[in-house]
């Protein structure tokens, strides 16, 4: 049976930030979309080290550019090469996902290579219509959930090793300590508890140098580790600290405001939407997830 998920509107409008917006139905200020097979999560990471599915609708969309152009280019040799392509990837879809094989036009499909070999454009522009809408209706009803779930970040298995104590701490508590110096720093200035302040910026500081160790689970290069927590911004910190020192509170805050928004609003805008989503995702579709048994 089809898992149908409900959520606000407002909410599903902000964690698609970057996504297009496609929905399959909208009722009083909530929307309806669905939740893609089972048999889907196979074919990403880290089921499937190749993203086998990712790299067949890559082909799929490239395959039906090359067919439009070769057939306006009359260009048969080239046209039924991308042709059989593109057949080939499309029935594949049938074979990766057993559930999706009613939503397909395979009869279309073998009409269209046989129309791209005979050079019958007529016949070949309306396969390529029927397959589009095929594939675009798919789209409409799966792709916003499939791309959170499948692709959004996933920090439930990360842990973060403290260099002082060695305890190992869950992502959201490390999260949640940082929320809580930053605003120890803020209410230390407006009281004028300077030393207080100044303690919980040291704080920040080495909660966030500990934080950087565990951003290369993902981020591999280290031009992007560096690019929110490196010397730039550590040496912000510091700078903040001295402001500190010297009881400069409004320069203090405003050093403090670009640090939130230079490290936390930056990382937070690309990545806690969506994990918060698919969190909310992974338990509304029963546990439809990717990294089910599968350490970081």
Wanted: contains cysteine.
């Amino acid at each position: 049976m089809q898992k149908i998920i409900r959520l606000p509107l407002i909410f599903i409008t902000l964690i698609l930030l970057g996504l297009k917006p496609l929905v399959a139905e909208e009722q009083q200020g909530r929307i309806t979309l669905s939740a893609p097979p089972a048999s889907l999560a196979k074919w990403y990471k880290p089921a499937n080290k190749r993203q086998v599915w990712l790299h067949t609708m890559f082909r799929l969309r490239r395959s039906m550019q090359a067919v439009a152009e070769y057939s306006a280019l009359e260009d048969r040799e080239r046209l039924v090469k991308w042709a059989e392509q593109l057949v080939k990837d499309y029935r594949s879809i049938a074979e990766m996902v057993p559930e999706w094989r009613d939503e397909l036009e395979l009869e279309w499909a073998t009409k269209l290579l046989q129309a791209a070999k005979t050079m019958d454009s007529r016949t070949l522009a309306s396969a390529q219509r029927r397959l589009g809408t095929s594939c675009n209706s798919c789209h409409n009803e799966y792709r916003p959930i499939s791309a959170v779930l499948f692709r959004g970040p996933d920090f439930s298995s990360i842990k973060v090793e403290d260099e002082e104590t060695l305890e190992e701490k869950s992502y959201g508590d490390v999260m949640a300590g940082l929320s809580t110096a930053m605003n120890r720093v803020k209410i230390g200035l407006e009281d004028g508890r300077y030393s207080a302040a100044q303690q919980a910026n040291v704080l920040l500081t080495e909660r966030l140098a500990t934080l950087a160790g565990s951003c290369q689970a993902c981020h591999r290069e280290e031009t992007q580790k560096d690019y929110l927590l490196g010397e730039r911004n550590m040496a912000e910190l510091r700078r903040l600290g001295k402001l500190i020192e010297t009881r400069n509170v409004k320069q203090a805050s405003r050093k403090l405001g670009h640090i939130a928004v230079a490290i936390c609003a930056t990382c937070h805008g690309v990545h806690r939407t969506l994990s918060d989503m698919r969190g909310v995702l992974v338990k509304e579709t029963e546990g439809l997830d990717p990294h089910a048994g599968h350490e970081h």
